[in-house]
């Protein structure tokens, strides 16, 4: 589906999510119909209960899409917030990886790992017990 819709400026596919981007109503109808003809001409369906149409913002990959910007969906906001305390330093280990901080839903400039990596310093009181 991402190689036939490729080519349009104003689509968005991930996976089986095809997102349309339009300024006017009128213009949305003339997107659509262009992209639901090369589904059609791909032999490619849409489950027309999954369709949202004219929406002016959306829920898409953990954030909302306004026309105001992206931010963050609530939910996981949430669940940043009420993650537990760490019992131990190796739980902060695979924080500290930068390759997984896009997957924390964070800009890398935007994670200070300085108080996590002083957990390492054997000669710093810490609350958090090592493993024995």
């Known amino acids: 589906m991402n190689s036939s819709l490729r080519h349009l400026s104003f689509v968005l596919v991930y996976l089986d999510?095809?997102?349309i981007f339009f300024k006017?109503?009128?213009?949305?109808?003339?997107?659509?119909?262009?992209?639901?003809?090369?589904l059609k001409d791909n032999h490619l369906h849409a489950k027309t209960s999954e369709c949202l149409c004219?929406?002016?913002?959306?829920?898409?990959?953990?954030?909302?899409?306004?026309?105001?910007?992206v931010r963050p969906s609530p939910y996981k906001i949430e669940a940043i917030k009420t993650w537990p305390t760490p019992k131990y330093v190796e739980a902060l280990?695979?924080?500290?990886?930068?390759?997984?901080?896009?997957?924390l839903?964070?800009?890398q400039n935007q994670l200070?790992?300085?108080?996590?990596?002083?957990?390492?310093?054997?000669?710093?009181?810490?609350l958090v017990k090592p493993v024995s």
């Open 17 to 19: 999510d095809i997102l």
């Open 24 to 38: 006017t109503n009128s213009e949305h109808e003339e997107y659509l119909n262009q992209v639901l003809q090369i």
């Open 54 to 69: 004219l929406q002016d913002c959306t829920a898409f990959l953990a954030h909302i899409l306004a026309p105001n910007g």
């Open 93 to 103: 280990q695979p924080s500290l990886d930068p390759r997984t901080i896009p997957t």
């Open 105 to 107: 839903g964070l800009a």
């Open 112 to 126: 200070i790992p300085e108080p996590m990596l002083r957990l390492h310093d054997p000669d710093l009181p810490t």
